[in-house]
């Protein structure tokens, strides 16, 4: 079983800068494909961003060149560089996990989330 634990959220001013962690443990994490996923007060969760396995990265429109998503395989560890911070970036951030199974069978793992809060 994977397990995820994010951390880093705090409150922020705007125009700040913020790095989420994220640590899996309980797999193989080279081979997992992670993300970084949103979810504000009234509004449907969507995916900030992305890295394979293979390390290709892919963000959301609304964040591209403000976020940067890297990991560190010796450290199982996602993280999520947030600058440039804005009131509507606030949400709980959860890290996201794929990994591949037999058969082309996917199994996915979500971590708790941390809070982020931007104040104007």
């Known amino acids: 079983q994977v397990r995820l634990v994010e951390s880093g959220g705090s409150l922020v001013q705007s125009g700040g800068s913020l790095r989420l962690s994220c640590v899996a443990s309980?797999?193989?994490?080279?081979?997992?494909?992670m993300a970084w996923y949103r979810q504000a007060p009234g509004k449907d969760r969507e995916r900030v961003g992305s890295v394979t396995s293979g390390g290709k990265q892919t963000y959301e429109d609304t964040v591209k060149g403000r976020f940067t998503i890297f990991r560190d395989n010796a450290l199982n560890t996602v993280y999520l560089q947030m600058d440039e911070l804005k009131p509507d970036d606030t949400a709980t951030y959860c890290c996201y996990a794929e990994e591949p199974g037999p058969y082309g069978l996917k199994y996915d793992y979500w971590g708790r989330g941390t809070q982020v809060t931007v104040s104007s």
């Open positions: 309980g797999g193989i994490f080279p081979k997992y494909d």
